[in-house]
């Protein structure tokens, strides 16, 4: 058997210790050793599969000042992340076929793992174009206003959705009520944007769905409103170890939509964890000159894609979650509700891993690769990988980068060029 890599003593979730050998960008068999041009030892580490973030905002164009792909990717890679799904609150909005394809081809050019490419939702999007084009999913759909513009009204979500279904896609939604004036504090934006109203907003985007719909609601804040959704849920870093009594009031670094909420609250979110399908980081940053305007018209956001994992990774040391929790919600049910190949230990996976030592560190802005250059969980203890693979090839090690392994991953709805 000819090997790309071999991964020497791996330890399996099962316990056993094997090696697993790599060709053409997937396990090609798991078990005894076998030759191999390139090996990595693995026995120190902890190994995990790749990671799919499926909620990032790479920026780019002219948002670059904020990230870009290549910026945005090495970012991802850092943090044990090989797949990330790109939302279409760009600039100009994904909109069109054309829009969606000179995304993707902006990302072939420079990314350094895999990616997928979300269609927006809007009225007048051709919802259709975008599907055949290669979309992997329909928005964050949004269902109340954000940094880039107004919600949906109920009515043209009801029509939205049922045209998403009858391609059989999946809608992903930010679901919320939004009351009062533009706020001045962490607290009044908590207010603006509560708890309740999310809830309430998740309950009625499940009633507008045609009943089979394929829903995704991201970035759930509340035990409530998980509880109310009626599909699959997501959660991020920031609302799981963030509260927003760890920050001064006015500090807008830790402005987001949804709010960062009380810590009984977050507390809350913690008791949900077996219930929540995905862990995703809505990565989604501004520069420091941005944060640094007043907080009534600073942007929300924070980045995140680099730190998701390793601030799981360093739950699991602590002996807050399982190991098997943290693959399930950061890779194998994120590739599952998608449709991407899955990353993991048996013969013809994805060959995407990533491995993690013992050590646990203490998270510093300095050392991360994201473009904006700071980060809301400065000082949170982390875990970072020292070795990532990506489509069978060493893409990272020990915070040196090797050659970039683009790949699109286009969503079900795909017809290629050829297609008549």
């Known amino acids: 058997m000819t090997a790309d890599l071999v991964l020497r003593n791996v330890t399996l979730p099962t316990g056993r210790r094997a090696d697993i050998v790599i060709a053409g960008g997937f396990v090609r068999h798991v078990g005894a050793p076998v030759r191999a041009d390139e090996t990595i030892d693995c026995s120190r580490f902890t190994c995990l599969p790749g990671a799919v973030d499926m909620h990032v905002h790479m920026r780019g164009g002219v948002q670059a000042e904020k990230e870009d792909w290549r910026t945005g990717t090495m970012s991802a890679?850092?943090?044990g992340v090989t797949v990330v799904v790109d939302q279409p609150n760009t600039?100009?909005?994904l909109t069109t076929p054309e829009l969606l394809r000179a995304r993707i081809r902006e990302a072939e050019g420079h990314a350094v793992c895999g990616f997928a490419v979300n269609a927006g939702v809007v009225p007048g999007a051709d919802l259709e174009g975008m599907w055949n084009a290669g979309a992997m999913a329909f928005g964050e759909t949004f269902a109340a206003p954000s940094?880039?513009?107004?919600?949906l009204e109920p009515e043209t979500l009801r029509g939205l959705f049922a045209r998403i279904h009858a391609l059989g896609g999946l809608a992903t939604v930010h679901a919320e009520e939004v009351?009062?004036?533009?706020?001045?504090t962490l607290t009044?934006?908590?207010?603006a944007r509560s708890g309740a109203g999310e809830a309430r907003a998740v309950q009625a985007a499940s009633a507008l769905a045609p009943r089979g719909m394929r829903l995704h609601f991201c970035h759930m804040s509340t035990a409530a409103s998980i509880e109310a959704a009626r599909g699959t849920v997501e959660v991020t870093p920031h609302h799981l170890f963030l509260s927003r009594g760890m920050f001064e009031d006015d500090d807008t670094r830790a402005r987001m939509n949804?709010?960062?909420r009380d810590e009984q609250t977050r507390r809350g979110l913690w008791s949900c964890w077996d219930r929540i399908d995905v862990i995703a980081s809505d990565h989604a940053p501004h520069t420091l000159r941005e944060k640094a305007l007043p907080f009534q018209i600073a942007p929300s956001g924070v980045p995140g894609v680099e730190t998701m994992v390793p601030l799981l990774v360093a739950a699991v040391r602590n002996r807050r979650i399982t190991l098997a929790s943290v693959m399930e919600?950061?890779?194998?049910?994120p590739a599952a509700i998608l449709g991407i190949p899955r990353a993991g230990f048996e013969p013809g996976d994805r060959a995407d891993f990533a491995l993690y030592p013992d050590e646990v560190t203490r998270i510093d802005a300095s050392r991360l690769h994201a473009k904006c250059g700071w980060s809301p969980f400065e000082g949170l203890n982390a875990v970072f990988p020292e070795e990532v693979v990506v489509r069978g090839r060493r893409a990272y090690s020990?915070?040196?980068?090797?050659e970039p392994q683009p790949a699109w991953y286009p969503g079900q709805g795909f017809l290629s060029p050829g297609y008549k």
């Open 147 to 151: 940094s880039y513009g107004e919600g």
């Open 77 to 79: 890679v850092a943090g």
């Open 258 to 260: 949804p709010p960062l």
């Open 179 to 184: 009351s009062g004036p533009a706020p001045a």
């Open 398 to 402: 020990r915070r040196e980068y090797y």
């Open 91 to 93: 600039v100009p909005p």
């Open 188 to 191: 009044a934006h908590d207010n």
């Open 329 to 333: 919600k950061t890779s194998w049910r």
